[in-house]
């Protein structure tokens, strides 16, 4: 009930082509979706958020897609480049305590 | 642009010692939490601190594990008696209370233990 099933493992994308990264949940209490990239050595930095009040959020090239329905959300990388290289976690939490529940994680490589 | 300090960088302890992590959130922020990340694995979440006292904390934070803000601005995690499994990075993070939601991670403490 508490998990957040995150996929791929590992991804391999051509520069200029388009990441996409998933995740499910089952805890309809959840409310608060953020993906997080990590770079090696360092701790992890929000990405971008979103609620379930909207079924998408864009900043500049990432876009976080939400199906509330389905209970999934994914992270799409548009114009992917090699600096996006990183781990890119999903997570969720409800409002009352930020707890944040962590999807296993997704190695993002960008070709050059 | 503000952010989280932790210190040390990377401990190495014998398995038995006590251990104590330092973080030093940001400085407007109420809302304190440790979590860690064995290698290779998912973050979890350890212990949330608000208020001077313990909000929430998992499984994993046991009678082993102990958090305090001892002078208002330092945020501490002390492990009594190391275990080789709590070899991870230990990631501290803070939370102010108009960006809700948004946690901001320092940049971890290795503990390795032998």
């Known amino acids: 009930q508490q998990q957040v099933k995150q996929s791929p493992q590992s991804l391999i994308v051509q520069k200029g082509g388009i990441s996409i990264i998933n995740c499910a949940y089952e805890n309809t209490a959840f409310d608060y979706f953020p993906w997080y990239q990590q770079f090696p050595g360092k701790g992890p930095a929000l990405l971008i958020a979103?609620?379930?009040d909207v079924s998408e959020k864009k900043e500049g090239r990432f876009t976080i897609s939400f199906n509330k329905s389905a209970k999934q959300f994914s992270l799409h990388i548009m114009d992917s480049q090699p600096g996006d290289s990183a781990t890119y976690f999903c997570a969720a939490s409800t409002d009352s305590n930020y707890q944040l529940i962590w999807g296993a994680g997704t190695k993002l490589i960008i070709k050059p | 642009e503000p952010e989280v300090t932790q210190t040390p960088s990377h401990q190495v302890t014998q398995m038995g010692q006590e251990v104590i992590l330092r973080c030093v959130p940001i400085?407007?922020?109420?809302?304190f939490y440790w979590y860690r990340q064995i290698l290779g694995q998912k973050v979890e979440f350890l212990v949330s601190f608000y208020n001077n006292e313990i909000s929430e904390k998992s499984e994993i934070f046991d009678d082993q594990f102990s958090v305090e803000r001892p002078d208002g601005s330092n945020f501490t995690l002390k492990i009594r008696s190391t275990k080789l499994e709590d070899s991870a990075m230990y990631f501290c993070a803070s939370r102010g209370q108009v960006q809700a939601g948004e946690l901001f991670f320092g940049e971890g403490s290795r503990l390795t233990v032998l």
């Open positions: 400085s407007n922020h109420l809302y």
């Open positions: 979103i609620r379930p």
